[in-house]
């Protein structure tokens, strides 16, 4: 999971700036989780 927070982070960095983008991630982790447990 931390891997792929890793490789997503620069991608939506470039886009949105790395700010929003950790702001971004740490909203939709809870969600990735949930996912995973499904």
């Given at each position: 999971?931390?891997?792929m927070i890793e490789?997503?982070?620069p991608i939506l960095g470039k886009a949105i700036g790395e700010e929003?983008?950790?702001k971004?991630?740490?909203t939709?982790?809870?969600t990735l989780?949930?996912?995973?447990k499904v």
């Amino acid at each position: 999971m931390k891997g792929m927070i890793e490789m997503i982070v620069p991608i939506l960095g470039k886009a949105i700036g790395e700010e929003e983008a950790r702001k971004e991630m740490t909203t939709l982790l809870p969600t990735l989780k949930r996912w995973q447990k499904v």
